[in-house]
């Protein structure tokens, strides 16, 4: 656990959207090993980071939750993206990808002689 | 973000009711996330004790996510809260001495400020009652270079600037009025005002009963109408509707009541009594050259919305000096500022008038200050006392600490206490400041009084919340920053309940007692100047004698009022006091020396030339035969006006010491002449009467006037009657004979001349009152501060006492020591009071009467006081101290 890097509080948010929108309905383990996965492994994610982050987004109103069944027939609780959680996927990624456009602008003027 | 905010709040709340059971969802839902996981690992080829053991280890504590997640279901900032109060409340509640005590000393300097700010409330920030939107209210005044910025101004302006001025909705003119009001056989002075036609409207007053005046009451011979004031109307006329529509006779001239204001409505001024009645402004001639140099009446306006102070002064300045080259002789200045425009100027509409508003101020800093510092002692004393406790909880704090509570959340719970007892104190301070409440109006002239409101307000509920608050964090942060400090390791091996951080935490306490003891010499000293300077004022030499002296005032009004029926009254009404038994002498005057009025007269002396540019306007009084001896004033020479000295017999004047020192050099004065103005009749002076006191208390000696009654006929006087005994006894009596002369005649402003003048002090006893007052709290808070220091400190130095006695110490040697420490610690307090107080008395100066600010005996007698003071505080704990019995010491801990 420790070789791994813990999640900034702030982008763990975005990765679940991201997730969310990626793979349609999803429960919270399914979410934290497609995080995990989709970093290479290079990111764990334990229940006392994914949780308080998944009620958080839900009691902002951007995802909504319900109980289905999982493929291994176990009652498990279904995350899904709202209307509103849309919208501020794709406001979140416009600015993510502004803020690294400028901070990687800056890393090749500073190789530059 | 803001939106994100609000949704999530109230999704919370939303999801309040069923939080158990979220719960319960989230331990189901983190169950199948575990199992998840653990089939995955299985299905990687683990064995199923490892499968397990590896999923545990990467889903981490399954306690913390569950108690981050039902914290965050709630509101967690609110319920640290309520579980801090809860427990502060019970913590409080175990130590009912301590907290007690703190609640009471808090309760004691809370409520000296909540009192205090009660009287600046009721005095300055409580707007004008009774009309609709106060805030936007301005008055409007014009200079009159002699007395200032806030002068009248004249009807012609007035019209100009309601004309001119767009930044004004609508804006009304008023002048006061007396009237005498006969009704039912029993006649009254009542004051009023006469307004222009909208003057209600202006305001927004509405009728309680009836109509008030409208602009069409303003039209050229529209009838004579009055509105009365709710008061009056409860009053004088039962509150009987049936009386509206029906006439009222004032000064002999026959009104139609129209109306009863609302009963909130009180004027818009203070200082005079509130108008009981509001009759039609009589214009004047606008044509009249004249008109626009008569500045007798008062203008207030309402802004229109929108519209700045500053955009409305600049409109008016801007007509001011449109007006003053159109009209040089009238509105350009005159002698100290020629040339330039008459200033006219935009305030706020204030209870008080601008100038009394800022005299007003000045001495409500000077108690607003001196409550502040009672407050000080009163927390650096609980300050003290949290510190005493603080360093009985070290261990608490510190295993609180050792577990792993956060420093942050261990502040936060001190101080939850702490304001636990500042909000205990608080409302034990809303309680003083009721019962001050009833008590503070005695300190203002009766007149003032009916129109102050005292009662709290949300203004004074505020402050006190406000001031608790602040207090609470006063006196509560450094000792919560002092427990809560992360040395852990003494206090966890410290065996009981032995204080921890033992220097720094006394040399706290004794900054404390240091800034104790300077304040309440501060406060003493001041005091004690109040009290002398008010001893001297009472007892100033008047050179006129105030004891068994009756006054009744009296104005003639209407056809009453003409020179020679008024004559005639006065004359008789003299002659039957003067028959009255128990009376020794009588007199008339126009003005009652130190009543706050005057009267100046340019006056021209035959033989003397004035000085380029000197003024020669000269205080006067119009009085009757035996003014002098009722008042006690010894004639130096000449003789007292008399029944020789007739209306068409040649004019004679009584001058003062002073004026014939200045006007005459000296020689004497008896058989020279002087003239009112410089077409007056010339008057001989007859008499010399000797200096005395005329406008106050403070001025130097003045030049001063008497003419006769008989030659100078005013219809309004103050008769003084020097009775054998209490002069009490003769008001009836006085009353009686002018209802016998003249039903239509009311007695107003009766009283005792001791009385009046006691009243003319009133500002100087307050302040002498009030300061012993604040300044005895202090003393006491401050003696009770010096008392627990040193106590504590003899009880931890228990040990050290017994093994000084069990070595032969004597218990004088104990006794000097423990004093000794504790008045080092007052005398740096005292001395640094000490300079404070030279540097701060300074200001008072301007309010002391024949005291100097910087006065040795005060300064001496207070240091003395308080040393007496501070020498007992310290002297009991101290004889404890002896009382120590080594062997019980040595086996103390």
Redesign the interface.
């Known amino acids: 656990m420790s070789d791994k890097a813990d999640i900034w509080q702030g982008t763990l948010a975005l990765m679940v959207l991201k997730t969310l929108e990626a793979m349609g309905p999803q429960h919270g383990y399914g979410i934290a090993r497609r995080i995990e996965q989709t970093s290479g492994d290079a990111l764990s994610v334990n229940y006392g980071t994914l949780y308080p982050a998944l009620l958080k987004l839900e009691q902002e109103g951007y995802v909504s939750s319900e109980w289905g069944v999982s493929d291994n027939n176990r009652r498990a609780k279904f995350y899904k993206l709202t209307r509103a959680g849309r919208r501020q996927l794709a406001e979140e990624s416009r600015e993510w990808e502004r803020t690294t456009a400028i901070l990687a602008r800056f890393f090749t003027q500073a190789e530059e002689p | 973000m803001y939106f994100?905010r609000m949704?999530?709040v109230l999704?919370?709340l939303a999801n309040l009711p069923r939080r158990d059971e979220s719960d319960r969802?989230?331990a189901?839902?983190?169950e199948?996330?575990l199992?998840?996981?653990i089939?995955?690992n299985l299905r990687a080829g683990m064995s199923p004790h490892e499968a397990r053991r590896r999923a545990l280890?990467?889903?981490?504590?399954?306690a913390?996510?569950k108690e981050?997640?039902h914290r965050?279901?709630g509101f967690p900032m609110l319920e640290d809260l309520g579980r801090d109060l809860r427990y502060g409340l019970r913590v409080l509640l175990k130590k009912p001495g301590f907290t007690s005590i703190a609640v009471l000393t808090l309760a004691l300097g809370i409520g000296a400020n909540a009192a205090i700010f009660g009287l600046v409330n009721a005095l300055l920030l409580r707007p004008v009652e009774g009309v609709e939107a106060p805030e936007r209210l301005v008055s409007i005044y014009t200079s009159d270079f002699s007395s200032g910025l806030y002068g009248g101004s004249s009807y012609p302006d007035y019209l100009d600037f309601r004309d001119q001025a767009d930044a004004f909705n609508a804006m009304a003119a008023f002048e006061d009025a007396i009237a005498n009001l006969n009704f039912g056989g029993e006649a009254e002075r009542l004051r009023g005002q006469a307004v222009t036609g909208n003057y209600f409207s202006v305001l927004g007053v509405r009728p309680a009963a009836g109509r008030t005046l409208l602009p069409a009451d303003d039209a050229g011979g529209a009838p004579r109408v009055v509105v009365i004031s709710h008061s009056l109307w409860r009053r004088r006329f039962n509150s009987d509707r049936g009386l509206i529509g029906t006439g009222l006779m004032l000064d002999g001239r026959a009104y139609t009541l129209v109306g009863v204001a609302a009963e909130n409505f009180r004027g818009t001024r203070l200082g005079t009594s509130s108008p009981d009645f509001w009759v039609q402004l009589a214009r004047p001639d606008t044509a009249s050259p004249d008109a626009r140099g008569d500045r007798g009446i008062d203008i207030v306006g309402r802004l229109r919305d929108g519209v700045t102070l500053e955009q409305a002064q600049g409109q008016i300045s801007a007509v001011a000096a449109r007006l003053a080259r159109e009209y040089p002789e009238t509105n350009m200045g005159t002698l100290d500022r020629p040339g330039e425009p008459r200033p006219v100027t935009v305030v706020p509409e204030t209870r008080l008038g601008p100038e009394r508003q800022k005299a007003v101020w000045t001495v409500s800093a000077v108690l607003l200050v001196v409550v502040a510092f009672v407050l000080v002692i009163a927390c650096a004393n609980v300050a003290n006392l949290m510190l005493v406790r603080a360093s009985t909880r070290g261990r608490e704090m510190a295993v609180r600490l050792a577990l792993g509570a956060g420093r942050l959340r261990l502040v936060r719970q001190l101080l939850t206490e702490s304001l636990c007892l500042a909000l205990a104190g608080g409302v034990g301070g809303v309680l003083i400041a009721r019962w001050t409440a009833d008590l503070l109006p005695i300190f203002f002239p009766r007149d003032d009084t009916a129109a102050l409101d005292f009662s709290l307000d949300w203004r004074v509920i505020a402050f006190t919340a406000s001031v608790s608050l602040l207090s609470g964090a006063l006196f509560g942060l450094t000792p919560a920053l002092r427990a809560t400090r992360p040395d852990l390791v003494p206090a966890l091996k410290d065996a009981g309940g032995a204080p921890v951080g033992g220097r720094r935490r006394l040399s706290l306490t004794n900054a404390l007692v240091v800034a104790q003891v300077a304040l309440s010499l501060i406060l003493l000293v001041g005091a004690g100047l109040f009290m002398r300077s008010l001893r001297k004022a009472a007892s100033a030499d008047l050179s006129f004698r105030t004891e068994n002296v009756l006054v009744a005032r009296l104005e003639l009004r209407g056809e009453e009022a003409k020179a020679d029926r008024g004559q005639v009254f006065y004359r008789e009404l003299q002659e039957r006091v003067g028959a009255l038994p128990g009376v020794r002498s009588v007199g008339l005057a126009r003005l009652v020396p130190l009543s706050g009025g005057g009267m100046r007269r340019n006056t021209t002396v035959e033989g003397y030339e004035p000085r380029p540019g000197e003024d020669i306007e000269i205080n006067m009084n119009v009085v009757s035969p035996g003014y002098f001896s009722a008042l006690g004033i010894p004639l130096a020479a000449g003789r007292d006006f008399g029944a020789q000295d007739v209306k068409g017999g040649p004019g004679v004047v009584i001058v003062n010491e002073e004026f014939a020192r200045r006007y005459f050099s000296n020689r004497s004065p008896l058989g020279k002449r002087m003239r009112i103005d410089s077409q007056g009749p010339f008057l001989e002076v007859v008499g010399v009467a000797r200096d005395s006191k005329y406008r106050n208390l403070r001025e130097d000696p003045l030049p001063f006037f008497y003419v006769p009654l008989a030659q100078n006929y005013v219809p309004g006087m103050a008769l003084l009657v020097r009775t054998e005994v209490t002069p009490a006894v003769a008001a009836p009596l006085v009353r009686a004979e002018v209802q016998r002369l003249n039903k239509g005649v009311p007695v107003f402003g009766v009283g005792t001349l001791d009385e009046q003048l006691s009243a003319a002090l009133a500002t100087e006893r307050m302040l002498a009152v009030l300061l012993s007052v604040f300044g005895g709290a202090a003393l006491v808070l401050a003696a009770v501060g010096i008392y627990g220091v040193i106590s504590y400190a003899v009880v931890r130095r228990t040990r050290e006492i017994g093994v000084r006695m069990a070595l032969g110490g004597q218990a004088r040697d104990i006794l000097r020591m423990v004093v000794g420490q504790g008045m080092s610690v007052v005398f740096v307090g005292g001395a640094l009071g000490l300079v404070l107080a030279l540097a701060l008395t300074r200001v008072l100066r301007s309010m002391l009467y024949g005291v100097s600010a910087t006065d040795p005996l005060t300064f001496g007698m207070i240091a003395v006081l308080l040393t007496a003071v501070a020498l007992l505080a310290c002297y009991l704990p101290a004889r404890r101290a002896t009382r120590v019995d080594p062997l019980t010491a040595l086996r103390h801990e």
Not at chain 2, 57 to 62: C, F, I
């Open positions: 994100r949704r999530s999704a919370r969802e989230l189901e839902e983190l199948t996330h199992q998840m996981q089939e995955e280890v990467k889903l981490g504590g399954v913390q996510a981050e997640c965050r279901r």
